[in-house]
C-alpha cells in the first residue's frame, strides 16, 4: 500500500518545513508527499525545493490562494494520477506529527477497516485539543471532544486525515464549496 501526505502551505513555509522534517525523522515515513503551495512566492517555492527527505517529495504551486479544499484535491488528483490504489494522509502543514504517528495511523485503519481515520491532536504544551467532534444538528455548531478517550464523535478533524483509497472511490473529494474550515464535515 502506498502512502501519500498532502501538505497545504499558504504563508507558513517555515512551519511547512518542520512538518516536513518531522515526517522524515518518523519510524514508518509516506512513500510521497506533496506540498500545495497556495499564493506561492519565489521565496517559498525556493525554500520548499531546497531540501531532500527520505520520501519522495513533489510540488504544484498555485499563484492565487485557492483555499484548503481545492488544494487538498489537486494533491490528491496528483496522487492518484500515478498510483490510484494509493492512500491519502491529509496533514495541516504547521503540525509536528510524532515518531510514531504514521505507523498508528495505518494500524488503525487496517485494524477499523474505517475510511477516514484521525490522530489526536495536542499542542505544544502537550494539552489534548481536538482531533473529532460532535455536530449539533438542531442548534447548527460543532464542538470538539474533549479527552483523547472519547469515542462519541461524528467527525474526525482534518488537521489529521487518514482517507483510505476505498473511501476516496466511494465519496470522491473535498468540497470545495468550503473555502477554509468544515471542509471535513
Not at 46 to 75: E, H, M, P, V
Request: aromatic share 10%; with cysteine; hydrophobic share 35%.
Amino acid at each position: 500500500m502506498m502512502i501519500c501526505t498532502i501538505l497545504v502551505n499558504y504563508r507558513q513555509t517555515t512551519k511547512t518545513l518542520q512538518c516536513l522534517q518531522a515526517l522524515d525523522s518518523m519510524s514508518v515515513i509516506p512513500d510521497r508527499v506533496i506540498i500545495v503551495d497556495n499564493g506561492c512566492s519565489k521565496e517559498s517555492k525556493n525554500q520548499l525545493q531546497s531540501r531532500k527527505y527520505r520520501f519522495r517529495t513533489d510540488f504544484l504551486f498555485n499563484r492565487d490562494n485557492l483555499g484548503f479544499a481545492a488544494a487538498c484535491n489537486q494533491g490528491i488528483n496528483l496522487a492518484l494520477s500515478e498510483d490510484n490504489s494509493c492512500d491519502i494522509w491529509l496533514l495541516n502543514n504547521d503540525t509536528i506529527p510524532e515518531k510514531e504517528a504514521l505507523k498508528e495511523l495505518v494500524q488503525k485503519a487496517s485494524k477499523t477497516q474505517a475510511g477516514i481515520t484521525g490522530s489526536a491532536i495536542y499542542t505544544e504544551k502537550g494539552v489534548f485539543s481536538g482531533g473529532a467532534g460532535r455536530t449539533h444538528p438542531h442548534l447548527a455548531t460543532v464542538s470538539r471532544i474533549k479527552s483523547p478517550d472519547d469515542k462519541d464523535f461524528d467527525y474526525i478533524e482534518g488537521s489529521s486525515f487518514f482517507i483510505s483509497h476505498d473511501c476516496l472511490e466511494k465519496t470522491g473529494f473535498l468540497s470545495e464549496d468550503y473555502f477554509l474550515y468544515f471542509e471535513e464535515n
